[in-house]
Nanobody, 126 residues
Framework: QVHLVESGGGLVQAGGSQRLSCEAS????????MGWFRQAPGKEREFVAA????????????SVKGRFTITTDNVKNTVKNTVYLQMNSLKLEDTAVYYC???????????????WGQGTQVTVSA
């Protein structure tokens, strides 16, 4: 079992910045990627960004490229890892519940992620 604890959500004005964090612990030794997905009211969950466990490979949704940055704080030879999502130039349409996930490949397919966090609300106001 992998445990994911997210933090950093809240209310922010359009054009502002916010950083989300997600700490993974537990049986993470078979994990290869960490990712962020989001779900807005009435919409399906969508991919935001992903990063390899070591941080060497990243992948972004077109809608956030150039505005969001995903990084990781993996401590070598440990099973703990923390992934960050730095969100800049936030738009109203970025409002959603953001979910952290741990999975088997760096990409946007939610089926490749085996463990999910509870989600953290990000609300962008005008």
């Amino acid at each position: 079992q992998v445990h994911l604890v997210e933090s950093g959500g809240g209310l922010v004005q359009a054009g502002g910045s916010q950083r989300l964090s997600c700490e993974a612990s537990g049986r993470t030794f078979t994990s290869f990627a960490m990712g962020w997905f989001r779900q807005a009211p009435g919409k399906e969950r969508e991919f935001v960004a992903a990063i390899s466990w070591s941080g060497g490979l990243t992948h972004y949704a077109d809608s956030v490229k150039g505005r969001f940055t995903i990084t990781t704080d993996n401590v070598k030879n440990t099973v703990k890892n923390t992934v960050y999502l730095q969100m800049n130039s936030l738009k109203l349409e970025d409002t959603a519940v953001y979910y952290c996930a741990v999975g088997r490949e760096v990409g946007g397919n939610p089926r490749a992620y085996d463990f999910w966090g509870q989600g953290t609300q990000v609300t962008v106001s005008a």
